[in-house]
């Protein structure tokens, strides 16, 4: 009589534990774990494309070296403030490296911003490329460990007092919300274009800032329903988002890229800068 009741035991303790796998297998990658996986999909890849050439225009803005808790060295290009300032805008590439797109962008924050230092940070080391299957290759290579060293070395560069801001696009829009994670009272701002954003809100709990998320509705990856995922999870967490979503498809803001949309790169562009602008206008 008791061994039906045994059994039934048995089923639910063994339920529990598959429920409870299942709930961490869920919640085992990280969001640039997760965004690095999308590399696995053709069609993600087959979505990355550029329109024209791009040349590297390494001679723009000036190469800083910098050590990194892991015992290297990393680099930056750094657009130097026009007077001494503690404000630094961290910039952070796409999945091609830092190639021209990128230091135009940075070149045209610093003349609007003077007063700030942009420095665009090298997650990749070096390396950049104009082919997207390599590109996808040097995203899944990347080691978190090796791409935190990078961030946190960033910050000791400029130093104890820097008030920073982190932007970024596609994979760096990624990183531009891990560095407010990962950077606490040092950050006074985040822009992230459609980057996979986290969406826990125990983790989120950890900024000490509010974020502006730039997103597309047309995003086959970081679709609409991821972007619900992370607006609830801010809710949750009790922190400030501004969600802009445009009428467009991932990775509309890359002028070189072959789906920019020039109209609501223009329109995000404008959403940035005021962002931007009243953050470092507050003393």
């Known amino acids: 009589m008791k061994i039906p009741s045994i059994l039934l035991y048995f089923s639910l303790f063994f339920s529990v534990i598959i429920s ?9 990658h990280s969001p640039s774990e997760e965004f690095a996986s ?16 791009i040349p590297q225009q390494l001679s723009v803005g000036e190469e800083v070296i910098f050590e990194t808790p892991d015992g290297r060295d990393a680099s930056a290009r750094l657009f130097k403030a026009r007077v001494q300032s503690p404000y630094y805008l961290f910039i952070y590439h796409e999945f091609w490296g830092i190639n021209a797109h990128v230091l135009e962008e940075a070149q045209k924050f610093s003349e609007v911003m003077p007063g700030v ?10 390396k950049v490329t104009k082919d997207r299957e390599e590109a996808m290759k040097l995203m899944q290579s990347r080691e978190e460990s090796r791409l935190k060293a990078i961030i946190e070395g960033a910050s000791e560069y ?12 596609c994979f760096g829009g990624t990183w531009s919300l891990q560095t407010a994670l990962m950077l606490g009272r040092k950050m006074s701002g985040c822009v992230v274009y459609y ?3 986290e969406k826990d809100p125990k983790v989120l709990k950890g900024l000490k800032t509010d974020v502006l998320g730039i997103f597309a509705t047309e995003d086959s990856w970081i679709t609409p329903e991821v972007v619900a995922e992370f607006e609830e999870g801010m809710q949750a967490a009790g922190k400030d988002l501004r969600l802009e979503m445009f009428d467009a498809d991932h990775a509309f803001g890359n002028p070189s890229g072959a789906a920019y949309d020039e109209a609501a790169a223009t329109e995000a562009r404008k959403v940035t800068m005021m962002y931007l602008q009243r953050k470092f206008n507050r003393r």
């Open 195 to 197: 980057g996979m954003p």
């Open 117 to 126: 230092n942009v420095l665009v940070v090298d997650l990749y080391d070096g």
């Open 158 to 169: 400029a130093g104890k007092r820097a008030k920073i801001i982190s932007l970024g696009w």
């Open 20 to 28: 409870n796998s299942k709930a961490q297998m869920a919640q085992c």
């Open 38 to 53: 999308l590399a696995n999909d053709p069609e993600f890849v087959a979505g990355h494309s550029l329109k024209a050439e």
